[in-house]
């Protein structure tokens, strides 16, 4: 594959090149575009959610106090963790969860390769469908005998209870690791590019890494009134026009203070919201933290298959049957090697704006992140 990139690579350059300084005017002008359509949107203080979502810590225990079925309290005793890393896994997706301890999600790989301390757990509740509750818990039980990554708490693991998933993790990193220097909260249907991440992080710890929340950030997003959306939201939960800002669900990471302060949130304010990554959002915005946006996080957004991409990629969303193909793609020696050096930095500049800035809507990194 790099062979036939290198031998069009030349001839093709000059024509790539231009086509990327037409597509990056274009660009410009709908980045405006889009900022506009945001604004509409935006509510100039969101003060009414202390007050609005405020409840007792008796009332926020009723909501968040599940019992853990399966549990490694022991899990972070180590060094110096760097990253815990919750994945939101359900009990029937065990196909996911293989994928994952084999690919990115492999501790063991990590620190070998990467030098670094990374706990990988995945979040469950309990199987929806009571019938079969009994023999799918048998089966967690006993690959959680072989793996030992299992968290388990006692509510119905249902798309409408994940705000109860999203405080299962701040309370556990709350209680059982609280010294590991970063969250983590992904989707286990995406790919997160492990070397690329742990570099960023280990660079954000040069600098202090405080005060900070990164991934997709949603700015000023309505709620969704249409009662057959996935994401439907009645006025009696919600009433304004638009969310604090927020990062998305898929894939995002908060340092330790942040996570210590997302959890304090969760003490006093009222997690009925079900869309999790919006009631993030709402704690966040309780306790004064703002996201930061981050090019390479996706949102629903897919990376493209290539080279170049790989070499910048963090996470990718809507990967299930295809992790390990794009894990050993993205995970090859040679790929440094494209992107190294002035040629190679111009030739994966334009490679990138030929995959990201399509002049219409198209579900992948923003057109910004070719020039980063
Ligand atoms: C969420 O979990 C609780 C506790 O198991 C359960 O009573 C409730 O029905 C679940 N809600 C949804 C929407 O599944
Ligand atoms: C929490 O919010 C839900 C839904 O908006 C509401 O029905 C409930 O009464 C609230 N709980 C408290 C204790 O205020
Ligand atoms: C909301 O309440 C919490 C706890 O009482 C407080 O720490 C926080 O500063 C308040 N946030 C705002 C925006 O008033």
Partial sequence: MFMNFRRIRRCQCVQLVMTGFV?????????????????????NSYDFINKSFGISQQESESLSNFLYLINHHDKCNSNEVLLLLFVKSSPENLERRQAIRATWGNENYIQRELGANVR????????????????????????????????????????????????????????????????????????????????????????????LWVGHVHRGAPPIRQKDSKYHVPYEMYQWPSYPDYTAGAGYVVSRDVAAKIYQATLFLNASLYIDDVFMG????????????????????????????????????????????????????????????????????????????????????????AFS
Wanted: charged share 20%.
């Fill in 120 to 211: 990988v757990l995945f979040a469950l509740g309990v199987y929806s469908n009571p019938q079969q509750r009994g023999s799918v818990q048998r089966g967690l039980l006993r690959e959680d005998q072989v793996y030992g990554d299992l968290v388990q708490q006692d509510f119905v693991d249902t798309f409408h209870n994940l705000t109860i998933k999203l405080l299962l993790q701040f309370r556990w990193r709350h209680t059982y690791c609280s010294k590991a220097r970063f969250l983590m909260s992904a989707d286990d249907d995406i790919f997160v590019h492990m070397p690329n991440l742990v570099h960023y992080l280990q660079g954000l710890i040069q600098q202090g890494a405080r005060d």
């Fill in 282 to 369: 709402i704690c966040a915005n309780a306790m004064g933290v703002s996201p930061q946006e981050h090019v390479y996080f996706s949102g629903e957004g897919k990376a493209p298959y290539h080279p170049c991409i790989y070499d910048k990629m963090i996470t990718s969303h809507g990967h299930v049957a295809d992790v390990r193909r794009l894990w050993k793609a993205a995970m090859d020696p040679q790929i440094h090697d494209i992107s190294s050096g002035q040629v190679g930095k111009l030739y994966c500049t334009a490679v990138k704006i030929m995959l990201l800035c399509k002049p219409y809507y198209l579900n992948t990194y923003p057109c910004k992140a």
């Fill in 23 to 43: 597509l990056s005017v274009l660009m410009v002008c709908w980045v405006q575009l889009d900022h506009h359509v945001e604004n509409r949107y935006l509510v």
